[in-house]
């Protein structure tokens, strides 16, 4: 059974729905998950003066904060977060800069990642963030795991090989959950051959 860390960031609650939608799909797939969040950094003055914000946070304070244990645990990563100008969000960055110790003793290495985003507009930054993250897990040793066009979904839901990137405010619809749930259910499937 692959072991699958879904880690998200999420202001509004976008990259939260997808992040659920690919944990459903990976567990359908036969894989144990862990559907984590990495931590907010905000200050509370800043999330509490957006009621989106506050609102999300509430709603998802269930949901474990992602730790280097979890890292060294999971076989496979799924990471889901916003773009911020062109790149990962700075919680996301965060959390990514406590993985040091773990990269250095290679242990995040040889796992199978994929990465999903979203952003206000079409294209503001959707690739750019995908391929950033990206080119972090490289420098991990881990293998990408894109959903590429190896799925008709992939193209109805708005045609990004590289990741699933939603445009906020957009409706999640059938398309949508199919593209998200190829994409987790290909990671798995991957990270479990990957894993021997």
Not at 33 to 51: C, G, H, I, W, Y
């Amino acid at each position: 059974m692959t072991k699958l860390a879904v880690i998200y960031y999420s202001t509004y609650g976008t990259n939260y729905q997808m992040a659920e939608i690919a944990a459903d799909a990976a567990r359908a797939a036969g894989a144990e998950v862990r559907l984590l969040k990495v931590a907010e950094t905000a200050p509370e003055a800043v999330v509490n003066s957006q009621d989106a914000w506050k609102a999300l946070v509430e709603k998802t304070a269930h949901i474990p904060v992602a730790t280097p244990e979890d890292m060294e645990w999971a076989d496979a990563y799924l990471f889901s977060a916003p773009t911020r100008f062109g790149g990962a969000p700075s919680q996301m960055r965060a959390f990514i800069d406590t993985l040091g110790g773990l990269w250095f003793a290679g242990k995040l290495a040889n796992k199978g990642v994929s990465v999903m985003t979203s952003s206000q507009s079409p294209h503001a930054g959707q690739e750019a963030t995908t391929l950033g993250l990206y080119t972090t897990f490289m420098h991990w040793g881990c293998i990408i795991v894109a959903p590429g066009f190896t799925d008709e979904s992939v193209a109805k839901a708005g045609g990004n090989p590289y990741g699933y990137a939603h445009t906020q405010g957009a409706e999640f619809t059938a398309d949508v959950t199919a593209a998200i749930g190829h994409q987790a259910r290909r990671l798995v499937e991957i990270s479990g051959k990957i894993r021997g």
